[in-house]
């Protein structure tokens, strides 16, 4: 059996996403392990929720910093310092920046609550609701510099009802944000989800791709 995926977990809000982990590793559904959980403010409840189930806590509010670049760098010494194989943003509400992005490359994963790339950035749910789609969803994602830009893991598709406003979707679309995000952990932990740089493109048809794989020797 493979050690469980170490995972750090970025919150802002609530935490309900935290708490699917949480559930889902006590089951035996995720196999990962969660080494600490850290906050952009003192005030998030998912803090609460960490402490209440004895994961380690920590803040780093960026209005303790001078500029983003020395949040950024807090952040990521202190996240650093938890050695997790993939950094979790489970409803982190601030962009990361690029020590963050350097220090953990094609690990930091991000649930967004629409289906990518429709309705990037803040508010998604509202956003569905008043571009008028009939589906939307929620979206695991790799973490680039971008605004929700990233490369897609995972999607689930749930229904956007006429009577809904962007609360009622959001609520919806986090009962399968609660399903999909602890199964993309799975996946990764298992094997079977590989993070890291895209496949090489290896030419196209009709070539024969034994030769594309290795060169013919002259
Ligand atoms: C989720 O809907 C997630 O998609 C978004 O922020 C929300 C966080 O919710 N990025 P919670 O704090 O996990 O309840």
Same mark, same amino acid.
Do not use: Y
């Given at each position: 059996?493979?050690?469980? +995926?170490?995972l750090a977990?970025?919150?802002?809000? /609530?935490?309900s996403?935290?708490?699917?982990l ?10 990962? /392990?969660i ?9 998030? &409840? ?10 380690? *806590? ?6 303790? !910093?001078?500029?983003? *670049? ?21 409803? @982190? ?10 220090? !953990?490359?094609?690990?930091? $994963? ?5 289906? +990518? %790339?429709? !309705? ?11 571009? /008028? ?13 971008g ?9 689930a598709a749930?229904?956007?009802?006429p009577?809904?406003?962007?609360a ?6 986090q ?6 995000? &602890?199964a993309?952990?799975?996946? $990764? ?7 890291? %740089?895209? %496949?090489? @493109? +290896?030419?196209? @048809?009709?070539?024969?791709?034994p030769?594309?794989?290795?060169? &013919?020797?002259?």
């Open positions: 059996m493979v050690a469980p +995926l170490k977990v970025l919150v802002s809000g /609530r935490g996403n935290l708490a699917a949480i559930r889902a590793i006590a089951d035996g559904r995720c196999h990962a /392990r080494e600490g959980v850290v906050a952009d403010r003192p005030s998030a &409840p998912a803090l609460e929720l960490a402490r209440e189930h004895g994961l380690p *806590t920590d803040v780093v509010a960026a209005k303790q !910093f001078n500029d983003r *670049t020395a949040w950024d760098a807090a952040l990521t010494d202190r996240v650093k310092q938890l050695a997790p194989d993939v950094v979790v943003l489970a409803g @982190f509400m601030r962009l990361v920046g690029s020590a963050m992005l350097e220090q !953990f490359a094609g690990r930091i $994963i991000n649930v967004h609550p629409a289906l +990518l %790339p429709a !309705f990037p950035g803040l508010d998604a749910p509202a956003q569905a609701v008043h571009a /008028r789609v009939c589906i939307s969803g929620c979206t695991v994602h790799v973490v680039d510099a605004v929700d830009t990233g490369p897609v893991l995972a999607q749930v229904p956007v009802l009577s809904d406003d962007g009622a979707l959001h609520a919806r679309i009962q399968a944000e609660h399903a999909l995000l &602890p993309v952990v799975h996946a $990764i932990a298992s094997g079977s989800l590989v993070l890291g %740089p895209p %496949p090489r @493109f +290896l030419g196209s @048809f009709p070539q024969p791709l030769s594309l794989v290795s060169p &013919p020797v002259s």
